[in-house]
């Protein structure tokens, strides 16, 4: 009797280390199941994010493209102009060669100038994944400057770069880092729809915090924001233009996140807003 008992004891016991043991089974394949989800969930945010990063930096583009043609112009007008005056000088006898000199050197300036707002403009407008590499933050402000030059003129607004210190490395993506301050200068212009030329400026800074990141600012004198609005600015949507889709700094809150940094904006003593965000230095600076 002890022995059929002891049979019983151990069939039920068997019985229960199978029950255990599909348990476990059918939470471990639930857990893949469900992080498999969870990954495609994240890939597809990710193109998501990365086709709204595109479609906003076409539409950069497209704003600009009447300032961006016009200043194209100028280097293909000098071009022209200077290879028809070379024309008339090689007629001539004797041949001045110095003045012939003069000119070729003007035409490759001119191309390079040329040169230089088409790949500014193909950087802004190409579709890829992020790349993450060691870029320079000073060189990347650089380009976003001269990319702006044209707007800024046509807009009357004045570009500055005050305090920006060099050799400060960050690991992001330069496309994307453009994108940002593009964002950001153009969202400023917007805020200053009119006023005297002169006063109507944009403002780049730099600085280090502490020995593990940097600052950037980029400021405008316009109207400001609303101090109720402040907390809702990089909301997506949200916006105070009459045609504004409310996603530009929204796009830039993400990209900065993305990389580890922090966005915030406040509105400057005397007029004018004032963004600033941070990002983890490539390499800790010496103490």
Request: glycine content about 8%.
């Amino acid at each position: 009797m002890r022995f059929g008992e002891a049979a019983v004891g151990d069939h039920w016991q068997m019985i229960a280390i199978v029950l255990v043991l599909l348990l476990q089974g059918a939470l471990l394949a639930g857990l893949l199941v469900e992080r498999r989800r969870r990954r495609d969930a994240e890939l597809e945010a990710h193109r998501r994010l990365l086709e709204l990063t595109h479609m906003n930096r076409s539409a950069a583009a497209g704003a600009m493209s009447a300032s961006i043609a016009h200043e194209l112009n100028q280097p293909l007008g000098a071009i022209l102009s200077n290879a028809e005056a070379a024309e008339i000088l090689l007629d001539a006898d004797p041949l001045d060669v110095t003045q012939i000199k003069e000119i070729l050197a003007d035409i490759r300036r001119a191309d390079q100038r040329a040169s230089e707002i088409i790949v500014g403009l193909r950087d802004l407008l190409q579709r890829k994944e992020m790349e993450r590499q060691e870029i320079e933050l000073s060189g990347v402000i650089d380009n976003v400057v001269q990319l702006l030059d044209a707007e800024a003129k046509q807009r009357k607004v004045e570009m500055n770069i005050e305090r920006v210190q060099r050799t400060l490395f960050v690991r992001a993506d330069p496309v994307h880092l453009r994108q940002v301050l593009l964002n950001l200068a153009l969202n400023g212009m917007d805020a200053m729809p009119s006023g005297v030329p002169g006063a109507r400026r944009i403002t780049f800074r730099s600085a280090p915090v502490g020995l593990s990141a940097v600052e950037v600012a980029v400021s405008d004198t316009g109207i400001g924001i609303p101090n109720d609005k402040l907390k809702d600015v990089f909301e997506p949507f949200f916006t105070t233009k009459p045609h504004g889709t409310g996603l530009g700094l929204s796009i830039v809150r993400t990209i900065i996140e993305s990389y580890g940094g922090s966005i915030r904006a406040d509105n400057k003593v005397g007029g004018g807003a004032i963004f600033r965000f941070t990002l983890p230095l490539a390499t800790v600076q010496p103490a």
